[in-house]
């Protein structure tokens, strides 16, 4: 019996060993993740004069560029003064290389650029345009420090692939953890 317990154990090791060398998340993992732990909210001024930004949408696109991320975020403004307060919905994407860090065993965003910026409504874009630059910094800044996916070292089987990871790679649709052979 602990012979046959032990082949068993050592056919598993291998058959296991020789068939998983990658792993992938999914863009709706990615944003599952990001939607439960990124909370990004700035507050300036006072209630005279200041301005509230905060992301209520995140969403992501993998791979639609060679080794690319997209990430999508709408943004509530809301500037407030005496003359005239402005609330807008801003929109805006950025494109990234996405790159993983083996000792917090994170993904995190590089090389950030801003593609597109949209507001709604349409005719506020020029009332906010002084203040898009600042928001956009802010949001380049939080999204390049802080990381779009980390795996949960408590579950064993990510445990073990956090261990295991040595690279990533961008797919159409996925992001692939490259392990160790």
Known sequence: MKKLTLNLCLGL???LGGCVTQYSISEREMEQY?????HFEVKQGNQLIGAQVRIND???RLGEKPDT???SAATQVSITNPI???KAQLSASFEAKPWYD??????????????????TPKDIEKAI?????QVMNYLRHFLESQPVY???????NQALMAKMTESIQVVPGKLVLKFTK
Do not use: W
């Not at 990001?34 to 990124?38: A, P, Q, V």
């Not at 000792?103 to 965003?109: G, R």
């Not at 980390?150 to 064993?156: A, N």
């Open 34 to 38: 990001l939607s439960k732990e990124i």
């Open 102 to 119: 083996n000792a917090t065993h994170s993904v995190y965003l590089r090389q950030l650029e801003l593609v597109k910026v949209e507001s």
């Open 58 to 60: 995140i969403s992501v």
């Open 129 to 133: 345009s002084s203040a898009t630059p």
């Open 84 to 86: 005239y307060p402005l």
């Open 13 to 15: 090791t291998v058959l």
């Open 69 to 71: 991320m997209s990430v």
């Open 150 to 156: 980390v795996l949960d070292t408590k579950d064993s």
